[in-house]
């Protein structure tokens, strides 16, 4: 099993990026997915998750309304497409998948991401 997490890059405040993850040995549709962020001096944070049918999601408060996250399971792929960026939303993306639920727990996810650098600034 393996995610490949892309898309991250340096912009400024107010652009928009979209983070993809690309899943391979696994069938995506069967899991929930949940995108975390690390800032420097930080913990870990969950920013938002979508369940394994991908009809709910969940979105920490900060990023409601800017944020979506979608997946495509004939790609098997997950996006999380992050709008009206702010320069608290620098951080490391990762993605991870579980393989029942979306859970608020970090070691409850199975398998993670390598991550991509998100950086806003002006």
């Known amino acids: 099993v393996q995610l490949q997490a892309s898309g991250g890059g340096s912009v400024q405040p107010g652009s928009s990026l979209r983070l993809s993850c690309v899943g391979s040995?696994?069938?995506?549709?069967?899991?929930?997915i949940a995108w975390f962020r690390q800032a420097p001096g930080r913990e870990r944070e969950q920013v938002s998750c979508?369940?394994?049918?991908?009809?709910?999601?969940y979105y920490v408060d900060s990023v409601k309304g800017r944020f979506t996250i979608s997946k495509n399971n004939a790609e098997n792929t997950a996006y999380l497409q992050m709008n009206s960026l702010r320069p608290e939303d620098t951080a490391v993306y990762y993605c991870?998948?579980?393989?029942?639920?979306?859970?608020?727990?970090?070691?409850?996810?199975?398998?993670w991401g390598q991550g991509t650098q998100v950086t806003v600034s002006s």
């Open positions: 991870a998948i579980n393989r029942h639920y979306c859970s608020a727990f970090d070691e409850e996810y199975d398998y």
């Open positions: 040995g696994f069938t995506l549709e069967d899991y929930a």
């Open positions: 979508i369940r394994p049918r991908g009809r709910i999601t």
